[in-house]
């Protein structure tokens, strides 16, 4: 296997997420009615952080939370068992924004589980997604509302995310 | 990811990173039980069938709501109500539930080794739901789930059991759990329902009560097992309420973070004493809630445990 490619090194990486935060800002001006869900695994330190960001940027704290969507994917049984981690969002959804975040945007099946599964805990008012990769291949009508970059792939490349950093693994 | 297990037939055969997994899965499926909406499609177009060949009302009613949890559609099939009276073998009943297209088979069953028989012979999931004084997993599995969960860990704790242990299907499974799991595990009851052989499960095994809960953190207390006992093995209730009810006296005498346990159902003034039951330090009900969530966990975990693919998303 060659070595895998550097999309998005730590310093470009943190420009894209601070870009992402000021977009949600701008996008919306109801501060307080902005909630972050990051979806396990990957979306989850990209959550924090945006979080962080967003706090500067407004002067508040953002309620955070992870949500996992195992339980609602619609794969279960084509593929291995996934390894299910704890949901967690100490706060009530109904009448919120909520920005999903993820690492990376392919198919589109994880972000629909996600609806799903948020549409258990309450009624969001509204639901954006924000994605730091959007590496292509849709398999659902789904569109992310923040991009940190858009990658051209090939279906059988693997886009990883890695301390900061994100790789292109050709096959 | 160490799971890709299509049945659940025992813990002797589990490894300690497959029962972890179990618990860490089972921590995300309590968590639906807590939500205002407690279910999850994870099993939808399912069929699973409960196959209770021997009584049973809260292992059941306990399988049968995770299984409608993960909205699988299920079929309750018991003694009372079957072709056993008929005469049918285990074999093709089973055979007739797999020509309906069950997915999943749940199966508690009087003779050990009827789940494994049945993996052998069916296409489904099998899931022991215990099996004769052999193996109970899913017990095990949420009592290990509850210790761990009161406790932080496994590794290094104290764990008691007490009472018959000879005909316990959950006495087997949980030395089995919690052995591999690192836990010290005691056993204590009558010489004649505890013998010395357990000690080769690699357990301690002794007759005096208070030597055994004295440094105990975990009191599990087991059910005198009317159905499967012949009457020479205690002289009788009283003497053993005497000699190893865990009354306030000996409760006295343990860790003060010691917690009881117990499977239930409970025999007040029996085995435990009502105030214990019903005290501060009783899981018992925890329990009860925890063995829902790991028995959604295995569920889910079987279902998925057929497939290699990695994850695309």
Known sequence: MPDPTVILNAQATQRALTRIAHEIAERNEASSEIVLVGIQRGGVPLAKKLSELLAQIWNHPVPTGHLDVSMHRDDLGQRAVPDVQPTIIPFDISGKTVVLVDDVLFSGRTIRAAMDSLTDLGRPKRIQLAVLIDRGHRELPIKADFVGKNVPTAPGEKVKVKDNEVFLEKQ | MPWNRKHLLDIESLTPEEITTVLDTARAFKAVGERAIKKVPALRGKTVVNLFVEPSTRTRISFELAEQRLSADVINFSTEASSFKKGETLKDTALNLQALNADFIVIRHSASGAPHFLSRVLDASVINGGDGAHEHPTQALLDAFTIRERKGKIQGLNVTILGDILYSRVARSNIWALTKLGAKVTLCGPATLVPRVFEQMGCRVT?????AIQDADIINLLR??????????????????????????????????????????????????????????????????????????????????????????
Do not use: C
Not at chain 2, 207 to 211: A, K, P, R
């Open chain 2, 207 to 211: 007759h005096n009560v208070e030597d």
């Open chain 2, 224 to 313: 005198i097992q009317h159905e499967r006992q012949r009457k020479t093995m205690f002289p009788s209730i009283n003497e053993y309420t005497t000699l190893f009810g865990l009354n306030k006296a000996r409760l006295a005498r343990t860790k003060p973070d010691a917690l009881i346990m117990h499977p239930g159902p409970i025999n007040r003034g029996v085995e435990i004493d009502s105030e214990i039951a019903d005290g501060d330090r009783s899981l018992i009900l925890d329990q009860v809630t925890n063995g829902l969530a790991v028995r959604m966990a295995v569920l889910f975990l079987v279902n998925g445990g057929k497939g290699p693919q990695e994850i695309a998303g």
